[in-house]
């Protein structure tokens, strides 16, 4: 082996390090948002298959589609998170007495 092909090793290895180092800096930073992505994807997952219905079986257009089942979800959590809410309260209030 000549010295280029050691260095060209060596430069290789080094930039794996970094870059695994880099990316765990990134993850750990990241950690707090990891809820918020996996909500999203579970909600990318059970929502693709009413969007992919409308938009090819359908032939709504796709920006509308999608607005519309945003809307659905948001007003779907917001009623459930709601009524959670309010179930919460009432215990809190029931204990206060």
């Given at each position: ?19 695994v180092l880099l990316g765990a800096l990134i993850f ?38 999608a607005l519309l089942l945003v809307l659905l979800l ?24």
């Open positions: 082996m000549n010295i280029s092909h050691v260095n060209k090793i060596i430069r290789q290895v080094s930039f794996l390090i970094v870059l750990k930073e990241l950690r707090f948002f990891l809820g918020g992505a996996l909500g999203a994807f579970t909600f990318y997952v059970l929502l693709r298959h009413p969007f992919l219905y409308l938009t090819e079986s359908r032939h709504w257009n796709k920006s509308a589609t948001v007003i779907f959590l917001l009623l459930f998170g709601g009524g959670a809410f309010e179930m919460v309260l009432n215990k809190i209030s029931n204990l206060h007495k």
